[in-house]
């Protein structure tokens, strides 16, 4: 059974920076792509970012790129998103996902594990 549970999320001001966590048990972590989605009140479920299982390969929403890094630490069995110059329209849960494969994608029906979420919060 895998399990994920992410950390990290919080009220921060525009213009600020967080970096969310996400540890992993289970299957093996580093054969298994990962990816970052969120969801804000009355939207759909959005594409963040995603890494292939050694790292190499990520992947970005639009909305996200430039301000946002993934990354992964396979011997921590650890996802990380630092997020910087944070705006109010980031403001969601957010979830890291699993997929059972060794590359990423930036579908969410592609990914089989999700943790439960951390709530970032951006104030204007």
């Known amino acids: 059974q895998v399990q994920l549970v992410e950390s990290g999320g919080g009220l921060v001001q525009a213009g600020g920076s967080l970096r969310l966590s996400c540890a992993a048990s289970g299957r093996t972590f580093s054969l298994y792509a990962m990816g970052w989605f969120r969801q804000a009140p009355g939207n759909e479920r959005e594409f963040v970012a995603a890494i292939s299982w050694t790292g190499r390969n990520t992947y970005y929403g639009d909305s996200v790129k430039g301000r946002f890094t993934i990354s992964r630490d396979n011997a921590k069995k650890t996802v990380y998103l630092q997020m910087n110059s944070l705006k109010p329209e980031d403001t969601a849960v957010y979830y890291c996902?699993?997929?059972?494969?060794?590359?990423?994608?930036?579908?969410?029906?592609?990914?089989?594990?999700w943790g439960p979420g951390t709530q970032v919060t951006v104030s204007s």
């Open positions: 996902a699993q997929r059972p494969a060794a590359y990423a994608d930036v579908a969410a029906d592609e990914y089989d594990y």
